[in-house]
């Protein structure tokens, strides 16, 4: 059994699906080629992501890319 790892990005405003790219490998040069099709596609935009794995440490701004880190189990509050 293969397991597939989806990677999206959403446009905020409308929902609407902007990137995607799926793999059964999800590594850095995965998403170095996902965020060069965004920069491109979306030059000058900001991306909201989550502060976990991969997405943190990625260097957004070799790629044009604003970014902003989403807080610790935001949008939900972990109550322990």
Same mark, same amino acid.
């Given at each position: ?8 990005? $959403?446009?905020? !405003?409308?929902? !609407? $699906? ?10 850095? #040069? ?9 920069? +491109?596609? +979306? /030059?000058?935009?900001?991306? $909201? /992501? ?6 943190? /440490?990625?260097?957004?701004?070799? #790629?044009?890319? !604003? ?5 610790? #189990? ?7």
């Amino acid at each position: 059994m293969v397991s597939f790892y989806v990677f999206f990005i $959403i446009e905020l !405003k409308s929902r !609407k $699906i902007v990137q995607f790219g799926i793999t059964a490998n999800p590594n850095r #040069y995965f998403l170095r080629n996902q965020f060069s099709e965004f920069e +491109y596609k +979306y /030059h000058g935009s900001t991306l $909201i /992501h989550d502060n976990s794995g991969e997405l943190k /440490h990625f260097p957004y701004s070799w #790629y044009g890319i !604003k970014d902003v880190a989403t807080v610790p #189990y935001s949008p939900n509050v972990y109550s322990g």
